[in-house]
């Protein structure tokens, strides 16, 4: 089984390479810091399975995924990360990921997990594996969670620094009615304040 893990963080990803290699049957064959130098070698590299993080610098790990999957529609690609908020898991399967793993979990699960995704399945973490099933069991709970086409003209002309009132007259709505599209994004996003409405944004690939 030969494994890429992209992780930006140096000294977990020296120890998932020391904890990969030394299981017998499983060969890293690259290690990235970055989505960047990821896209750049992993055709080189011609793994059987990514590990990726999800939370990288620069362009996301749901972007990774995404454009990993166009360049090799038969990679497996096991989400790595500490996000476990249900936009993000479904963000990465959508885009591709086939198995969705938790930092914090033991490295005989996450090797497992990696033997279970190369023999066709789809291992989760078990919390993350719950919010999936509640999904299905959830009718409707899809829209509650998605952004208008409004709230993603805003979202983009924020990340392009406007204000409030600059963004009121490019769209010819007032500025009460660009705060209240605000107030709701933060609220779909689970975001506070703007920064962080803008990182959600972009690992989901609104913006």
């Known amino acids: 089984m030969k494994i890429s893990i992209v992780e930006d963080d140096v000294l977990l990803r020296e120890n998932l390479k020391l904890l990969l ?19 750049a070698g992993i055709k080189r590299a011609r793994p059987d399975i990514l590990l990726a993080d ?14 990993v999957k166009d360049l090799m529609p038969d990679l497996e690609i096991m989400a790595h990360t500490v996000f476990d908020d249900r936009e993000t898991v479904f ?9 969705y793993i938790l930092k ?18 789809s291992p989760m973490s078990p919390k993350i594996a719950r ?20 709230e993603i003209e805003i979202v983009r002309e924020v990340e392009n620094g406007l204000t409030y009132k600059d963004i009121a007259t490019k769209l ?3 500025p009460h009615t660009v705060h209240t599209h605000i107030k709701n994004i933060y609220e779909k996003l689970h975001a ?16």
Do not use: C, N, W
Request: charged content about 25%.
């Open 21 to 39: 290699s030394g299981e017998s049957g499983i060969s890293v064959v690259s290690a990235y810091g970055s989505a960047e130098e990821a896209l």
């Open 54 to 67: 999800i939370g990288l610098p620069g362009m996301s790990g749901i972007d990774l995924i995404r454009k």
């Open 91 to 99: 963000s990465a399967i959508k885009a591709g990921a086939s198995g």
């Open 104 to 121: 914090g979990s033991t490295p005989r699960d996450l090797i497992d997990a990696l033997h279970t995704l190369a023999k066709g399945g």
């Open 131 to 150: 919010k999936v099933i509640r999904e299905f069991q959830d009718e409707g709970v899809d829209e509650q969670y998605l952004l208008s086409h409004r």
């Open 172 to 174: 010819g709505i007032s």
């Open 192 to 207: 506070k304040d703007r920064p962080e409405a803008l990182v959600a944004a972009r690992r989901k690939g609104i913006i």
